[in-house]
Structures are given as structure tokens and as C-alpha cells.
């Protein structure tokens, strides 16, 4: 069987559970691929960091550069979140005619037009599907399921700690600071939450789902951008006594003039 060496960059959240992925269902995934995925490297920031998903350490390497350009390497996994190393690593792989897996939408929010010219350039892919909605997924429905349809609107939820963070305020009648600590409590949001709860990461994803839709690059700067770290207590017990929902949507719609997209709490 023919085999795939991966490099992956990135041994987080994601990173870390690609490679638990691959170690238990490594066999059936290759049964259906008809290839083997045989993951040669895992780059990291520091190697002696502890991991919840033990890698073992003759797989870790800081060195991203080096296992890009290592010949045995055949396709680069970016899994390691920004924008501008990201952007090194994965036109660094294109170039060398290597195909590149990302998760990351803020990459292809910022720089996607570059890096798909890039693909095409050097006779290369790059794959995207887990960047938007991976558990649904979107974008090969989009891509390949749509492909003869016109799409004139699209709405949904596309963040979701945004999402989570609603739900309590609505289930439990808790205030947006405690749903959110609860939220980091639990992991499901960041630290440093802005670029969920502000609203950014729902229209990096939206900004990918509308050049999908309708076959452009959408400039990030010109997505309308709202939150919902303004929405109190009091405004999900209103809506709910009309018998609504808060939640933060992504929304794409496409008017006669010009297609436009946005996110509001609606
Ligand atoms: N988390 C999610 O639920 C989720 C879902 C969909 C998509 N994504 C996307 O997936 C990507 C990764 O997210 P994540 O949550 O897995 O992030 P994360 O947990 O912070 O992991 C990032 C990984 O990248 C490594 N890294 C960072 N800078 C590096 C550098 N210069 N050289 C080598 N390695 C470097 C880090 O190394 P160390 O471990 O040594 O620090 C870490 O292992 C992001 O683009 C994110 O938007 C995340």
C-alpha cells in the first residue's frame, strides 16, 4: 500500500488530536484511503512542553522550516494557529509542490487568495475542511454537493463558544462574565476570549463560506463585525418571552448590486 508521510505543525488542541486520530484509527482510515498515513514529524514551540495527548519525543522537533523541506515529508498538516508563520509554512510546502492541510480560517481570511494562487501555481491543493464547521461539513457540501446550485443566502452558527456561552445565559439565567468563565473553566473558550466573543472568528469562517458561495475572495476588513459581549442577562430573558433566541450568526447574502456578508446577534 502506497504510504503518506505527514508533517504536522502544531501539537495542541488540534494538532494532538490528529495525531490520536491517526494512532486508533490509522488502520481503518488507510482501509478506506487505500493509502497509509504515517505521520514522520510533529513540530512544536517547545518540545519539553507536558501534553495532554502524549507525542512521542522522537517525533517532536522545533524546527517547522526542516521538516517542511525534508524530501521524505509528501504533505505539511498546519495546525499551529496566526497568520504569519502559517503563511511561511504553508507557501513554503506549496512551493515545493507539497500539498497542505489547514484548520486555520484566520490564515485563509487574511491570506487565502495568495495561497490558493499558490496551490494552483505549483500544481498543488490546499485542504481546508476542518477551518469551518468541520463536524457538519461545510465545505465539501459547498465545494462539491452545491456545485449546480446559486446560492443566495447563508446563515448559521458558526462559533461555538459564542454559542455555548448564549446557551447558559438562556438555560441557567447566568450573566455574560459568569458564562463566559464557566466557558474557560471548562475550555471551551480562550483566556484571551476577544477573537470568539468579539465576533472576529465567525467572520473569518463566513468570509471562507461566502468566497465558497460566490467565487471571490471577500476582503476581511469589509465583514461587518458585531459580538455578543454587549448582550446581558436581561436581553436573553426579553427575547425569550417573545419566545426567541439569542445567537450569534454568520450571515452571507448576496444582493442584486454587490454579495455581502455579516455576523449579528439576531
Ligand atoms: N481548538 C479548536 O477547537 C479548533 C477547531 C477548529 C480549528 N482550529 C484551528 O486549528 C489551529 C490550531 O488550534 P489549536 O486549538 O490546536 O491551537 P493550540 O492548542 O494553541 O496549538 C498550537 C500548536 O502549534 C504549535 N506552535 C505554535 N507556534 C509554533 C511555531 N512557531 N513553531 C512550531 N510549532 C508552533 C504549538 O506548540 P507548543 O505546543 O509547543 O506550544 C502548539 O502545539 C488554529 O488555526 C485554530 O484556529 C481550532
Given at each position: 500500500?502506497?504510504?503518506?508521510?505527514?508533517?504536522?505543525?502544531?501539537?495542541?488542541?488540534?494538532?494532538?488530536?490528529?495525531?490520536?486520530?491517526?494512532?486508533?484509527?490509522?488502520?481503518?482510515?488507510?482501509?478506506?484511503?487505500?493509502?497509509?498515513?504515517?505521520?514522520a514529524r510533529v513540530a512544536?514551540?517547545?518540545?519539553?512542553?507536558?501534553?495532554?495527548?502524549?507525542?512521542?519525543?522522537?517525533?517532536?522537533?522545533?524546527?517547522?522550516?526542516?521538516?517542511?523541506?525534508?524530501?521524505?515529508?509528501?504533505?505539511?498538516?498546519?495546525?499551529?494557529?496566526?497568520?504569519?508563520?502559517?503563511?511561511?509554512?504553508?507557501?513554503?510546502?506549496?512551493?515545493?509542490?507539497?500539498?497542505?492541510?489547514?484548520?486555520?480560517?484566520?490564515?485563509?481570511?487574511?491570506?487565502?487568495?495568495?495561497?490558493?494562487?499558490?496551490?494552483?501555481?505549483?500544481?498543488?491543493?490546499?485542504?481546508?475542511?476542518?477551518?469551518?464547521?468541520?463536524?457538519i461539513p461545510i465545505i465539501?457540501?459547498?465545494?462539491?454537493?452545491?456545485?449546480?446550485?446559486?446560492?443566495?443566502?447563508?446563515?448559521?452558527?458558526?462559533?461555538?463558544?459564542?454559542?455555548?456561552?448564549?446557551?447558559?445565559?438562556?438555560?441557567?439565567?447566568?450573566?455574560?462574565?459568569?458564562?463566559?468563565?464557566?466557558?474557560?473553566?471548562?475550555?471551551?473558550?480562550?483566556?484571551?476570549?476577544?477573537?470568539?466573543?468579539?465576533?472576529?472568528?465567525?467572520?473569518?469562517?463566513?468570509?471562507?463560506?461566502?468566497?465558497?458561495?460566490?467565487?471571490?475572495?471577500?476582503?476581511?476588513?469589509?465583514?461587518?463585525?458585531?459580538?455578543i459581549r454587549p448582550i446581558?442577562?436581561?436581553?436573553?430573558?426579553?427575547?425569550?418571552?417573545?419566545?426567541?433566541?439569542?445567537?450569534?450568526?454568520?450571515?452571507?447574502?448576496?444582493?442584486?448590486?454587490?454579495?455581502?456578508?455579516?455576523?449579528?446577534?439576531?
Amino acid at each position: 500500500m502506497q504510504q503518506v508521510n505527514l508533517g504536522i505543525i502544531g501539537g495542541g488542541t488540534v494538532g494532538g488530536g490528529v495525531f490520536q486520530a491517526i494512532q486508533r484509527n490509522g488502520a481503518l482510515i488507510s482501509s478506506r484511503l487505500g493509502v497509509r498515513l504515517h505521520i514522520a514529524r510533529v513540530a512544536v514551540r517547545d518540545v519539553r512542553k507536558p501534553r495532554t495527548i502524549k507525542i512521542p519525543s522522537s517525533l517532536l522537533t522545533t524546527d517547522w522550516a526542516g521538516m517542511v523541506n525534508d524530501p521524505r515529508v509528501n504533505l505539511v498538516v498546519e495546525l499551529m494557529g496566526g497568520t504569519t508563520t502559517a503563511r511561511q509554512v504553508t507557501l513554503g510546502a506549496l512551493k515545493l509542490g507539497k500539498p497542505v492541510v489547514t484548520a486555520n480560517k484566520a490564515l485563509l481570511s487574511a491570506h487565502g487568495e495568495e495561497l490558493f494562487e499558490a496551490a494552483q501555481n505549483y500544481g498543488t491543493n490546499l485542504y481546508y475542511e476542518a477551518s469551518v464547521a468541520g463536524g457538519i461539513p461545510i465545505i465539501k457540501v459547498l465545494r462539491e454537493g452545491l456545485i449546480g446550485n446559486r446560492i443566495t443566502r447563508l446563515y448559521g452558527i458558526v462559533n461555538g463558544t459564542c454559542n455555548y456561552i448564549l446557551t447558559r445565559m438562556k438555560l441557567d439565567g447566568a450573566d455574560f462574565v459568569d458564562a463566559l468563565a464557566q466557558a474557560q473553566r471548562l475550555g471551551y473558550a480562550e483566556a484571551e476570549p476577544s477573537l470568539d466573543i468579539d465576533g472576529h472568528d465567525a467572520a473569518h469562517k463566513i468570509g471562507i463560506l461566502a468566497s465558497l458561495a460566490h467565487g471571490f475572495w471577500v476582503n476581511p476588513r469589509q465583514i461587518y463585525v458585531e459580538g455578543i459581549r454587549p448582550i446581558s442577562k436581561l436581553d436573553v430573558q426579553f427575547a425569550g418571552q417573545l419566545g426567541y433566541s439569542i445567537k450569534l450568526l454568520g450571515i452571507v447574502k448576496k444582493t442584486e448590486a454587490v454579495a455581502g456578508t455579516d455576523r449579528k446577534p439576531a
